[in-house]
């Protein structure tokens, strides 16, 4: 339906809108109508989009890269408990044994660690997809909803303007007159509201993202090379504290 086509392309919830607004939306549908554009924040605003969306991919694959990890820690767990037992069970291969348990202990150790580190950066990822960017393009769709207002009043005006002249139409010229200056307004607060986060979020970003990735490539790089001392200074570096084991799955994570 009309009012439908008009709710999606203002983002908005169910509301009654103008007859203006409908018309302008299905103008611009059909290719008939002019549309006020921002060529350079259309461009910055697609480009969050699109962000977005990479970022979200990282969560999904941060996320899955966690539970992978968790269950490797459980089967090197209980791999080295049975190694334990088994050492004290087998003289003949007790020190066989012996040291497979405690290299799979010193694993699991390790594994925690690095546990914490990449639920540290998938939390900190998810903040910033979930919070940061989302509050960014809620602004935005408050600003495609004025967009749309305005080019449909400043249509409505234009339409009366080309219209002949009367008593009764220079009243309804002065009220469009008015309507349209409300929603110009409106669109250009919200216009240069946008602008505005789009610069902040990118600073946060920056600043999130720097701190994360250095984060997560000391981890992984202490992890793989046996570094369990460069492994403990990355977490006092970022400031993450470790749970006791097996308190909560999948990690055992405590952000200062």
């Known amino acids: 339906t009309r009012q439908a086509l008009c709710q999606e392309a203002m983002g908005a919830r169910p509301t009654a809108l103008s007859p203006q607004c409908t018309k302008q939306l299905l103008s611009e549908r059909f290719g008939r109508g002019s549309r006020t554009v921002d060529l350079e924040l259309e461009l910055q605003i697609e480009l969050l989009r699109d962000t ?11 996320r899955a890269l966690t539970a992978h990890l968790y269950s490797l820690l459980q089967t ?13 069970k087998s003289p003949e291969l007790q ?11 010193l694993l699991c150790k390790n594994g925690e660690t690095l546990l914490g580190a990449v639920n540290f950066f998938v939390s900190s990822i998810n903040t910033l997809v979930t919070k940061t960017m ?16 305005y080019d ?20 309804r010229l002065e009220s469009a007159q008015a309507t349209f200056q ?3 307004e409106k669109y250009e607060k919200l216009r240069g509201d946008v602008a505005i986060k789009l610069k902040f979020l990118e600073e946060n970003k920056i ?4 701190k994360q990735l250095l984060l997560f490539h000391n ?33 055992w994570l405590e952000e200062q």
Do not use: C, W
């Not at 977005?52 to 941060?62: A, D, H, N, P, T």
């Open 207 to 210: 600043k999130v993202m720097h």
């Open 76 to 88: 090197q767990h209980a791999l080295g408990d049975a190694f334990a037992d088994l050492s004290q």
């Open 219 to 251: 981890a992984v790089s202490a992890y793989f090379a046996g570094n369990q001392q460069q492994l403990e200074q990355t977490l006092q570096q970022f400031n993450i504290k470790l749970r006791p084991p097996g308190s909560e799955k999948p990690s």
């Open 52 to 62: 977005k969306r990479k970022y979200e991919s990282i969560l999904q694959l941060g």
């Open 152 to 171: 449909a009043y400043r249509t409505d005006l234009e339409e009366l303007s080309l219209g002949p002249r009367d008593a009764g139409t220079l009243g």
């Open 134 to 149: 989302e509050d960014t393009l809620m602004t935005v769709k408050q600003y495609e909803a004025a967009r749309l207002e």
């Open 95 to 105: 020190e066989e044994f012996g040291y497979n348990a405690e290299t799979q202990k």
């Open 182 to 184: 409300t929603h110009r």
